[in-house]
């Protein structure tokens, strides 16, 4: 993390390390003849639909999906069937940050065979993909399956989301399907950030079935004058999503039933009225054993200064009233699970213990990192049991007839959080802490510095020089015009700016 430095008045001197961020030439992101981006994803019922999306240049303007029941003879494209994909032209060149002219191409896969392993690849008749496999859910709806679950992706996607997204394919191969809690990038519209994010999970989103639900950064203005913001421009040219969801939000609310399982994904950005009669709805007339719910800002924040007060004294009293089992969320940069008391809106010390209301998880798996909330979920109804700072992870979340295994792993694969939900009819969830075979909490304090760490005692001496503040975003920076550092000081809304030098010393 440090490093020597052997020029000038600083001869000699530990100075933090500076990142090199990559740079990307425009020509990388452009779009070729050859498909890229391609993505699958599931129908309301993944038994029997799946769809495939990708993108090519603006010459490609008839494609075509081929699939088949996949087996192990090389031949398998005699069973093949041809689909035409609907294409839709991309037009963003003369929006900020994407600039670019692209084709999309998508195709539903309808009637497949349920519980099968198809193969298909994608082209335009001449230039095609490689043959890409994925599996029907089966019919048989007790039988054990596994999902994964991440949340925002946003910053360093290619840098470092890549790794982590790999690993859980490492620990979960057979997974059927990813929830991805909002924030995928982190400006709605950039070009080179969706590049990233597809370039990070290769041919994983082709092969697993992804399940996006938009974050507030997949909402941004057109242009600086634009009054609104406006979904990411690419998220319906690149997603194929079941059209399921209540009118004007689609695709960026909808639900899929697996097996036993409904899961919603929910729009947390806009028309939070309507999507609360909708996931009443849709809870209420289910007869799944297990019911999940996916959105971006979290019913229970996570990191300080954060309170989405109206979602959820919107959305808590639905999840309880039907029961749902975990609701999966992102935006806080940070982990943390806990839970509601069972079947009442007060917390029961007693039934804490092993019963259980909804479950509550925040998590991060992008590379931008905040602090936890001090004071933990109290005064908020919700009991927090683990938390996290500083450290990106992954949900695996395994189903089998009437038993939830949730297990959270950070990005090295390191068991950092499990607990087993099991239903008993009529009764809440008997809940299973797993705490004892995760790692040790991880906290900023105990883990590779976030923010640039200060020359020794500078800290000290900015603090008694501006009592009651909060040292934060520490940077040093070296270019042509400055060495040094650049901090923020806090302190309950007011903020403070200052340089120091590489001593650590202020300079007015
Ligand atoms: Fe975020
Ligand atoms: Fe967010």
Avoid at 21 to 49: C, K, M
Avoid at 209 to 224: C, D, K, Q, S, V
């Amino acid at each position: 993390m440090l490093v020597s430095v052997t020029f000038g008045k600083t001869f000699g001197q530990q100075l933090p390390r500076i990142y090199k961020a990559p740079e990307f030439d425009v020509e990388w992101r452009q779009p070729t003849n050859h498909p890229d981006r391609i993505v699958l994803s599931y129908g309301e019922d993944p038994s029997t639909t799946a769809s495939v999306t990708w993108r090519t240049s603006s010459e490609i303007d008839t494609a075509y999906a081929e699939i088949a029941i996949a087996t192990a003879a090389p031949k398998f494209w005699r069973n093949a069937s041809t689909i035409k994909a609907v294409t839709t032209t991309f037009d963003a060149l003369e929006i900020n940050e994407a600039e670019v002219l692209a084709n999309y191409h998508s195709v539903w896969f309808p009637d497949l065979k349920s519980g099968t392993t198809y193969a298909y690849r994608v082209g335009d008749g001449k230039r095609w993909s490689e043959w890409i496999q994925f599996k029907t859910a089966p019919m048989e709806s007790k039988d054990r399956f596994s999902f994964l679950y991440v949340g925002d992706t946003q910053n360093f996607i290619l840098e470092l989301w890549s790794r982590l997204i790999r690993e859980s394919y490492k620990k979960a191969p057979d997974a059927r399907f990813i929830v991805h809690a909002g924030d995928l990038v982190n400006n709605a519209h950039n070009e080179q950030q969706w590049q990233e994010w597809f370039d990070a999970g290769g041919w994983i989103h082709g092969t697993i079935g992804a399940f996006p639900i938009p974050g507030n950064h997949e909402y941004r203005n057109l242009t600086p004058e634009a009054s609104e913001r406006s979904l990411s421009l690419q998220w319906k040219h690149q997603f194929t999503l079941p059209d399921n969801g209540p009118e004007g939000l689609e695709e960026t609310a909808y639900f899929m039933d697996y097996q036993n399982m409904r899961i919603i994904g929910l729009n947390s950005n806009v028309d939070h009225q309507k999507q609360a009669k909708w996931v009443e709805k849709l809870l209420s007339e289910t007869d799944k054993d297990w019911k999940i719910v996916t959105f971006h800002h979290p019913l229970f924040s996570a990191s300080d200064g954060r309170d989405n007060k109206e979602w959820r004294e919107l959305m808590k009293p639905i999840f309880d009233k039907y029961e749902v089992d975990l609701v999966l969320q992102g935006h806080d940069h940070s982990y943390a699970r806990g839970r509601v008391s069972p079947n009442e809106n007060v917390l029961d010390g007693v039934n804490m213990r092993d019963k259980t209301g909804t479950v509550y998880v925040v998590s991060v798996s992008g590379g931008k990192m905040y602090g936890l909330r001090k004071n933990a979920w109290e005064g908020y109804e919700a009991q927090r049991d683990r938390a996290a700072e500083n450290t990106q992870l992954f949900q695996v979340i395994t189903i089998e007839n009437d038993k939830l295994s949730f297990e959270s792993y950070t990005a090295v694969g390191e068991l950092y959080d499990a607990f087993d939900l099991i239903k008993k009819a009529g009764q809440p969830n008997e809940f299973v802490g797993r705490d004892n075979e995760a790692i040790a909490e991880r906290r900023f304090s105990n883990t590779i510095p976030y923010q640039d760490p200060l020359p020794e005692g500078a800290e000290e001496s900015l603090l008694s020089r501006y009592p009651g503040y909060e040292v934060n975003g520490v940077r040093f920076v070296n270019d042509n015009e400055f060495i040094g550092y650049k901090v923020r000081l806090d302190k309950e809304g007011e903020r403070k700016e200052l340089s120091l030098d590489v001593n650590g010393k202020i300079l007015e």
